[in-house]
């Protein structure tokens, strides 16, 4: 298999997800469309084989390069010695959760020179399209909900016991996928404005809402010294007892 020379190397946000982007529709139509045919190319009696995805959209089961160190990360070596030992569709997940770590890795290493805030771009491009997994499993992510820390900000929504330890939102399961109506709308307690990536939340560890920070007056820098955090509702009920 020819590699592509260093200096013909994505270097741009917008490079780096178009060579992703190919590379992952290649891999894509391997395990759907053309399913069959990489099946059998997958031969157990045969040597470590691979499954590379091309940036023109293509796929291919070869040989891992011979260089060393290759030009680029290499996928997952010899998929095809589990294939008669596994079920068809779990054999096939296996290669498609390797594949999504493989492309994840060749993105990020051409990559490399990017800067914190472009590669904060180029993972948010790549993670709004569905992982191979997903299209694989026909698994559908569920929509984002507030956690302990707003991914979209150095500091985010905040809840803490008494001993100062971070809690995350106990309405939010540990899982990641989960059918989506499953799940209401996570409200602001005093609003009832619909969750917003953008702005900051913190939750009360007495009844367990979430509530923008501005409703109760509270700000990021605030609630780093607040161990435990009581929302109007029930400091003013403590306070009648």
Sequence with gaps: MEMAPVSSSPRTVEEIFKDYSGRRAGIVRALTDDVDEFYGLCDPEKENLC????PNETWEVTLPAEEVP???PEPALGINFARDGMDR???LSLVAVHSDCW??????????RLNRDERKHLFSLMNDLPT????ITERKPVKDKPSAYNVSKSQGSTKRSSDGQVKSNPKLADESYEDEDEHSETLCGSCGGNYNADEFWIGCDVCERWFHGKCVKITPAKAENIKQYKCPSCSMKRGRQ
């Design 51 to 54: 499954l590379y995805g091309h």
């Design 70 to 72: 290759p030009e680029l």
């Design 89 to 91: 569709k779990d054999w």
């Design 103 to 112: 492309m994840l890795s060749v993105a990020f290493y051409l990559g490399a």
């Design 132 to 135: 191979v997994f997903e299209v």
